[in-house]
């Protein structure tokens, strides 16, 4: 089971990235996604996941209508969009998987710690 992130970088207050979740070893769309991030002294946090059976998405207050996930099941990865970032924005990007349905309900209000795979993570830097 692997998970590897990509598409992190610079960019400019107002620009946009998309965060690729690549999956080897399983079947992402068995699985609950998560994206979290992690700033520079502060604690990871839940930005957005996917549930497993009919694809509900569920955004953290401080993304909601910026970021958007989605899942490609042909290509086993999900991604995620990040529009109109601001440097607040700036953290270490991980995505997370896990078989448990329930997990979606509360993953972006905890820190993840549930989730029983990662990735190695991506870095998002947005300059003011």
């Known amino acids: 089971v692997q998970l590897v992130e990509s598409g992190g970088g610079l960019v400019q207050a107002g620009g946009s990235l998309r965060l690729s979740c690549a999956a080897s070893g399983f079947t992402l769309d068995r699985y609950v996604i998560g994206w979290f991030r992690q700033a520079p002294g502060k604690e990871r946090e839940g930005v957005s996941c996917?549930?497993?059976?009919?694809?509900?998405?569920y955004y953290a207050d401080s993304v909601k209508g910026r970021f958007t996930i989605s899942r490609d099941n042909a290509k086993n990865t999900v991604y995620l969009q990040m529009n109109t970032l601001i440097p607040e924005d700036t953290a270490v990007y991980y995505c997370?998987?896990?078989?448990?349905?329930?997990?979606?309900?509360?993953?972006?209000?905890?820190?993840?710690?549930?989730?029983?795979?990662w990735g190695q993570g991506t870095q998002v830097t947005v300059s003011s």
């Open positions: 997370a998987a896990d078989p448990r349905p329930s997990l979606v309900y509360f993953c972006v209000h905890a820190t993840g710690v549930l989730f029983g795979s």
């Open positions: 996917i549930s497993s059976s009919d694809d509900n998405t």
